[in-house]
């Protein structure tokens, strides 16, 4: 079965700290991964995508076929990257969302 | 970029009683998606709305329990039938607006609380 796994619902670091969210996912044929991100009182939106390879706010992420991992980095937090981030295998599995929180 | 509009908000509703959520599209798109969020959880989908036919539902719901309706290319309705407690969620509409790109982008959702 299809599965996207954030083990970490809640991430706490302070601000300029190096952050990492972890995504891990199974699923048997090639997967389509995206990180979705939720500010305070916002809607869900797409932060960014494994396809287009970019960096959106400073956060990158790399598939890892052989780790099946699609983990969120950022070498420096700031404050506004408090959030709810979500990482989804496309449209059907969505894992349980990680909390972080920037301290000042 | 396209706007998407869900109503009501949110609602307070009695047991028993059944509440349609409204998504409003102001483009056209092929399908959009209803995705159910429970307190503390994660998203689920619930189905798939298309234009023209019936909806697509994920395991564990069925059309009698969340009747979709899709009329047009641009407007989609999700009923929450004979609510439960344990229906008290924020239902969440969604579409794929970038075709090819698989990027979904959601309603602000609608919260709803059964007593």
């Known amino acids: 079965a299809q599965r996207v796994t954030q083990p970490e619902k809640l991430l706490s670091v302070f601000k300029g700290a190096p952050v990492e969210l972890k995504c891990n996912y199974s699923y048997s044929g090639s997967p389509e991964l995206f990180w979705y991100v939720q500010y305070s009182r916002q809607r869900l939106q797409l932060l960014l995508r494994?396809?287009s390879r970019e960096s959106i706010k400073g956060f990158t992420a790399d598939l890892n076929k052989g780790e099946t991992s699609f983990h969120l980095k950022k070498p420096f937090a700031q404050e506004e990257d408090s959030a709810m981030y979500y990482c989804d295998n496309y449209k059907l599995t969505f894992g349980k969302g990680t909390l972080l929180t920037v301290n000042p | 970029s396209a706007v998407i509009s869900q109503k009501p908000s949110r609602d307070i509703c009695q047991r028993g009683t059944s509440l349609t959520i409204q998504c409003q599209v102001d483009s056209q798109v092929t399908m959009m998606f209803w995705y159910r969020q429970q307190p503390g959880q994660s998203l689920t989908l619930i189905a798939t709305a298309n234009q023209g036919s019936e909806a697509t539902y994920e395991s564990g719901f069925v059309i009698d329990k969340f009747p979709i309706s899709r009329p047009n290319l641009t407007f989609s309705t999700l009923t929450v039938s004979n609510m439960s407690p344990e229906d008290s969620s924020i239902y969440l509409c969604s579409v794929n607006l970038r075709s090819g790109a698989n990027v979904l982008t959601f309603g602000a959702g609608s919260r709803l609380t059964v007593l």
């Open positions: 494994h396809i």
